[in-house]
């Protein structure tokens, strides 16, 4: 069956998942982490496949790493099964209960999404992880990886749907996509699938955000800014730049842009310059940032048109601004939306900021790197979103979760409200 | 300037309405119902050189009904704006308060979508309600009426924006479009407009639907069942069948199909028809129901690929089911996800249908025409969405609402977190 017809069928069960038990959920998530431990060198043996052939083919390092399975990736894939296990249930939470009239009650309870594509690279425990936030929150799952972890995914694949099965959750409830054609033939599913959640290089997020019509969830760059306001304590910073950029340079959520107030010290952007280079961070900035840096700072001269990069790497654009308003005008004009800082003192500039800057996460003296959803403390994370529909920021099950009205009546009709007969008295209970 | 550049402008200016308070937001509103009352003349000559224009081009008298604006849509339309006054601050609310850390303080906190744009059929009451919902909510609005109001809407919209610049809100808060050229400019502006909220027919919206990356909130279709039970009352179920369909037949609300189950004695099943016939709806229907009403009455045979259809109009279409289930999946596949009802005396049976029925309302024994945001109590409705994404069903004030997270600290670095130096305690406050 094509990818079109087998997520129709998935759409016809996805009631059937939805109306499952928190506790038969979680004992499919339990067997699942059980069997996982239990075929573990039947893993371990597919992955030695994928690696073998990532070595013939020449894959670059860092890829051989993240599709490396090992004992260590799968004791912390079953971990986060069973922490996924420890969460409160996402579904039916009665989120408005109202008497319209008496006896005539009205509910909005939390229910799944329904259908949801996942695209991911190629990272084997993206896949545990991924299948069990779908079935904790009650959603089925299209799961497409990277190609490079094929035998791995398939065997991963294999023993979570056999596992899932096995406790009473129904048998559509998963779906492997391996064939990269089959990527496009999914994006068509709009009848059926309710979600899709991209994962990987900027280019393939936006390609997928650019060809279907089933909403996308996910962000496709991450341009992160901090404004070095005049108000600003220097010892307290120059820790939250360099975090901001070095802690992780490669995530979505590392700093691309400083921007300085052009009444600081110079000194105190030497200072900070200063800490960036000997942190391995490339300078580059606007003409007169390089002439305030003068020759000891080998900062490269960029374009106004350039502070839309998102270098993921240790570089670092620098640009001076003449008041809170320019910092916050041109975070909006070149940011993503994702992630922007206020260094200062000034508890007004800071409210000012955060309240005027449109992103997803604004923050006031703190490293940009917190943007995350077990730092935000969700338990688990499903994505970051730079979109401002549905879910925004570090997502976690909520993002997985819609709702419905529910209305209980015994014969009510609208006619009699619209003619006055009777009348709604609209009572929370 | 062109709608483009005129977007991106306003994006800018988003932020600035964002931070109004309530009260600069309520007075703005009540200066508008102010300013509308004071300046009816002259809505009243404009919409006479529509109203002669549309007398002059033969215009169906359907929609010179709703193109006219008198004294009592005036008032209604003045009456609507002081109830939204009326009505909570949707922006500002405190949605999560977590110390992640000792003083490191994270909260979600509502704000606004930020640009919002609105194509609206010829309804001059549609541009006073849709822009007073946008400033109420703190969104920039562009607005796209139909042709047939162009005078009536110039002038409401030179009032409007007018008296909405005299309270204080910033001069791009409200920006509207004309000619129907810029509906395509308009559906490319996905940089600067958050969310685009299309009235008016099926094939409009649905066109609207394929042609943008600007998340679309609203619904192409109302096709909406009626599942009759076995474990039925007729006494109770005939008004509220009869109310479904023809209350406001043209409504997306309104029934278009009725299930019945196999096993419902012919003499009900009779009765029912009687009562719809006797309301002037046609009848249409399976071949097998058709026989089973026999020569006495007219019910046209339909096919199985009919049963998508919407009529808007006094007809109905009528199936047999085996069971619950059946018509449980003959609703989840040619339904439009809008609102589905379950006649019946048996609670399980009645739980297990508004659990499995994948719409946005689930009811039991209640008309379908219930389906409003004015009758759930939400004091303003923006629209009905279909979609599973962001918003569902009857859309208040908060489907124009989307959320940030402010984080603030005192030099706080992800470094001392990875290495193990410092631990989140995440204590909500």
Not at 41 to 58: C, G, H, P, Q, R
Not at 190 to 219: A, Q
Request: with cysteine; proline share 2%; charged share 25%.
């Amino acid at each position: 069956m094509d990818i079109k017809n087998r997520t129709k069928a998935m759409k016809l069960a996805a009631p059937i998942l939805a109306a499952t038990t928190l506790e038969q959920r979680n004992e499919a998530l339990a067997n699942i982490a059980k069997e996982l431990e239990k075929q573990k060198d039947a893993i371990f043996a597919a992955n030695k496949i994928d690696l073998d052939e990532a070595a013939k083919n020449n894959i670059a390092a860092s890829i051989v790493k993240r599709l490396k399975f090992d004992d260590v990736k799968l004791r912390d894939a079953i971990q986060g099964i069973k922490d996924l296990i420890n969460l409160p249930d996402p579904l039916g939470k009665v989120l408005l209960k109202r008497e319209l009239d008496k006896d005539f009650v009205l509910t909005k309870v939390s229910v799944p999404l329904g259908v949801i594509g996942v695209i991911f690279e190629a990272r084997p425990d993206a896949l545990v992880q991924i299948s069990s936030l779908c079935l904790k929150s009650g959603n089925c799952a299209i799961l497409k990886g990277g190609k490079e972890t094929t035998n791995t995914n398939r065997t991963l694949f294999e023993i979570i749907k056999n596992a899932a099965s096995a406790s009473g959750l129904p048998d559509n409830c998963l779906l492997q996509a391996e064939a990269h054609s089959e990527i496009d033939e999914l994006l068509s599913c709009d009848e059926s699938v309710d979600l899709l959640i991209p994962r990987g290089s900027n280019s393939f997020v936006r390609y997928i955000m650019e060809n279907t019509k089933i909403p996308v969830m996910g962000h496709s760059s991450g341009i992160c800014h901090i404004y070095v306001d005049e108000f600003f304590d220097l010892k307290k910073s120059i820790p939250v730049i360099v975090d901001s950029k070095i802690q992780y340079a490669a995530a979505c959520n590392a700093v691309e842009t400083i921007l300085f107030n052009r009444k600081i010290d110079k000194n105190y952007i030497k200072a900070i310059a200063q800490a960036l280079i000997d942190a391995n961070v490339k300078l580059r900035g606007s003409r007169d940032i390089a002439e305030v840096l003068g020759n000891e700072f080998d900062v490269e001269v960029m374009h106004d048109d350039e502070f839309g990069t998102e270098y993921n790497d240790l570089i670092v654009s620098l640009k001076f601004v003449s008041d809170i308003n320019e910092a916050v005008t041109h975070i909006n004009t070149y940011g993503s939306h994702h992630t922007d800082c206020i260094l200062t003192e000034d508890k007004d500039r800071a409210a000012y900021f955060t309240t005027m800057v449109d992103s997803a996460s604004v923050y006031v003296n703190a490293s940009t790197r917190f943007a995350d959803g077990f730092r935000y403390g969700f338990g688990a994370e499903v994505g970051i979103s730079t979109g401002k529909i549905h879910a925004r920021g570090p997502v976690g099950l909520d993002g997985l979760i819609t709702y419905k009205y529910k209305l209980e009546g015994d014969g009510e009709i609208v006619a009699d409200y619209a003619s006055g007969e009777k009348k709604f008295h609209h009572k929370d209970l």
